[in-house]
């Protein structure tokens, strides 16, 4: 059965750093793309970066490029989001996703996922 874990959140100070990980297991076939989404409080989930696991292409949402980085560990089936300069506004529960079949921009813009993990809390706070 295709599961999706996330870990690694917490609550870091503003300019801070934090790596949650996504850990996939359970899926054959064709390479899928991850993505990482989040959701904060009264607002829409979001695409914050995708991930073609076949060649590496990624995606990123304009308020977190350079600061965020998505990358991967094959031998792990894990996928990390390396978050830098960390702000107030990146408070959010962070999903990661999986989805075959469509592009890296459109997997985040549309915010397109067949498998979601369970989220895993990350706050911005001093």
Avoid at 37 to 52: I, N
């Amino acid at each position: 059965q295709l599961q999706l874990v996330e870990s690694g959140g917490g609550l870091v100070q503003p300019g801070g750093s934090l790596r949650p990980s996504c850990e996939v297991s359970g899926f054959t076939g064709i390479r899928p793309s991850i993505g990482w989404f989040r959701q904060a409080p009264g607002k829409d989930r979001e695409g914050v970066s995708c991930l073609r696991l076949s060649d590496g292409l990624t995606y990123y949402a304009d308020s977190v490029k350079g600061r965020f980085t998505i990358s991967r560990d094959n031998a792990k089936n894990t996928v990390y989001l390396q978050m830098n300069s960390l702000k107030p506004e990146d408070t959010a529960v962070y999903y990661c996703a999986l989805r075959r079949g469509i592009s890296v921009q459109t997997m985040c813009a549309m915010t397109l996922g067949d498998y979601w993990g369970q989220g895993t809390q990350v706050t911005v706070s001093s």
